[in-house]
Every structure is written in structure tokens, then in C-alpha cells.
């Protein structure tokens, strides 16, 4: 094994390769409602405005259904605006809960979200900057 040392290996910048968010595409086609012709708005998931509003507002007028939702919603975390992500993840479960949807399409999400708390909860401090624990004896 390579010998790891101020963040070189054999004297180049270590880069570790994640996994993760690999299978988010670079973009989705949302299905447009209309009765008489199939459409689809292609939405580019590598070019993300800094806000989801247009977006939701887009996934919740054309009914998606929930992986679009999440789709959306892991774009924007692979992109490190978890925040944004977890907003999405809010919006479509209200949504699918105005719209009556089955418990269990819900499901997917409500893990979706708990994922990305868990993941936003690791990169808060775990001390504040400045304070120590004193202990008294």
C-alpha cells in the first residue's frame, strides 16, 4: 500500500473517488400533462438554479411521481447543497400527502431525507469553535 502523507501519494494530490451519486443522470425528462400529445420538459441536473422553488413548482404541477422528486432532490446534494435537497424532499412529501398518496410511496422519500439529515448532521461541529469542556470534580 501507497504511503499517505499531508494529502500526497508518492508525491500527487490524493483525490479519493467517491461512489456515491454516481447513478444521478445529467439531466431528466419531466412528462408534461396532456391528454392529447406526449411532451417532456428535460431539466439539466449539472446546471441547478440556486433555487428549487422553479423546479418544485415545475415537478409539483405535472404531478411527477417520486423519483423525480428524488432525482431532483440527490442532484442538488451530489452538488453539496444539501439544504436545498432536503427543501425538495419536504415539498414533494407535502405534496404526495395533499394528493392522498399511499404511505408507502412515501416511504422512499421520508429514508431519502432521513439520509440527508444524517448527512448534514456529520458535517456540523462537534464542539463549538472557541468553547471547551471544563469539568468540575
Not at 445529467?26 to 428549487?52: F, K, M, R, T
Not at 409539483?60 to 428524488?70: K, S
Not at 410511496?105 to 448534514?120: G, V
Request: charged share 25%; aromatic share 4%.
Amino acid at each position: 500500500m501507497t504511503a499517505l502523507r499531508n494529502g500526497h501519494v508518492n508525491g500527487h494530490p490524493f483525490q479519493p473517488t467517491s461512489k456515491r451519486f454516481s447513478d444521478i443522470p445529467s439531466a431528466i425528462d419531466i412528462p408534461v400533462l396532456n391528454v392529447d400529445i406526449e411532451e417532456a420538459v428535460e431539466v439539466n441536473l449539472e446546471d441547478l438554479s440556486e433555487d428549487p422553488t422553479e423546479l418544485c413548482t415545475l415537478l409539483e404541477n405535472e404531478g411527477a411521481a417520486r423519483n423525480f422528486w428524488m432525482t431532483a432532490s440527490l442532484a442538488y446534494a451530489k452538488q453539496h447543497k444539501v439544504d436545498h435537497a432536503i427543501e425538495i424532499l419536504n415539498k414533494g412529501l407535502a405534496v404526495m400527502t395533499s394528493r392522498g398518496a399511499n404511505p408507502r410511496e412515501k416511504l422512499s422519500l421520508l429514508s431519502c431525507l432521513c439520509c440527508l439529515q444524517l448527512r448534514k448532521s456529520r458535517e456540523v461541529p462537534r464542539v463549538a469553535s472557541g468553547m471547551y469542556l471544563s469539568r468540575r470534580h
